[in-house]
C-alpha cells in the first residue's frame, strides 16, 4: 500500500525560505522508474506542478519557478524534500507530494499541508 | 509549456443525467511511437487530495466506477460521467504527461441541479 505525507511549517514570514518533507511508505526511490512530485494549489485555484525526482536522481523543475526551487531525495528514509526560496504571499497554497512510476499520471498522492505566507 | 484548456468552468447536472468535461491541450500529447495519449483526469473533492480517475485518455483507474469514462485523442479530450450521482459533486481536472512542466487544466466544477 502506497502513502505519502507531507510536513512542514504551517506559516512562513515573506523573504523566508520554505522546506517540505514528504515522507513515504510502499514503494523505493531506488526502484527504476519511480519519481516522486510537488505540486500546490492556492486556496479556490486549480493545481501547479512544482518538481519530480526520480529514481537516478534526475530532477525536473518548473521553468517558471525554478530559480527558487530544490528537490532532493533521501533513499534510506523514504523522504523527499522541496525548498523554495523567497516566500511571497502569492505562494500561499496547499502542497501535495505525489508518486509516479515512469512516464504516466500522479497515482498517488499525500493529504497535503496548507502553507500560509504572511508577516 | 503545453498549456491545458478546460471547458466549461462550472456545470450543474441532475442526478442520473450526464455530465461532460472538455479538455484541450495546446499541442497533441499523442505519442506517435506507442500510439498513446499522455493525457490523465482527477476528481478532487473539498478538503481532499486529486483523485486519479483516468490515465491514458481513456483507461479507468482500479476501483473508478465504470460510469466514468474519458475519450479524445491529440489535442481534444472528454470527460464523461455518464449517470451523475450524489458523490461525484466535485471539480475535475485533467492533465498532461506527455513532457514537463507537467501542467493541468484550470478545473470544471461539477454540481447538482
Known amino acids: 500500500q502506497i502513502t505519502l505525507k507531507e510536513s512542514g511549517p504551517t506559516l512562513v514570514k515573506p523573504t523566508q525560505t520554505l522546506t517540505l518533507t514528504c515522507t513515504f511508505s510502499g514503494f523505493s526511490l531506488s526502484t527504476s522508474g519511480v519519481g516522486v512530485g510537488w505540486i500546490r494549489q492556492p486556496p479556490g485555484k486549480a493545481l501547479e506542478w512544482l518538481a519530480l525526482v526520480y529514481w537516478d536522481d534526475d530532477k525536473r523543475y518548473s521553468p517558471s519557478l525554478k530559480s527558487r526551487l530544490t528537490i532532493t531525495k533521501d533513499t534510506s528514509k523514504n523522504q523527499v524534500v522541496l525548498t523554495m526560496t523567497n516566500m511571497d504571499p502569492v505562494d500561499t497554497a496547499t502542497y501535495y507530494c505525489a508518486h509516479r512510476h515512469g512516464v504516466t499520471s500522479l497515482d498517488y498522492w499525500g493529504q497535503g499541508t496548507l502553507v500560509t505566507v504572511s508577516s | 509549456d503545453i498549456v491545458m484548456t478546460q471547458s466549461p468552468d462550472s456545470l450543474a447536472v441532475s442526478l442520473g443525467e450526464r455530465a461532460t468535461v472538455n479538455c484541450k491541450s495546446s499541442?497533441?500529447?499523442?505519442?506517435?511511437?506507442?500510439?498513446?495519449?499522455?493525457l490523465s483526469w482527477y476528481q478532487q473533492k473539498p478538503g481532499q487530495p486529486p483523485k486519479l480517475l483516468i490515465y491514458w485518455a481513456s483507461t479507468r483507474e482500479s476501483g473508478v466506477p465504470d460510469r466514468f469514462s474519458g475519450s479524445g485523442s491529440g489535442t481534444d479530450f472528454t470527460l464523461t460521467i455518464s449517470s451523475l450521482q450524489a458523490e461525484d459533486v466535485a471539480v475535475y481536472y485533467c492533465q498532461q504527461y506527455y513532457s514537463t512542466p507537467l501542467t493541468f487544466g484550470g478545473g470544471t466544477k461539477v454540481e447538482i441541479k
Open positions: 499541442q497533441s500529447v499523442l505519442y506517435s511511437s506507442n500510439n498513446k495519449n499522455y
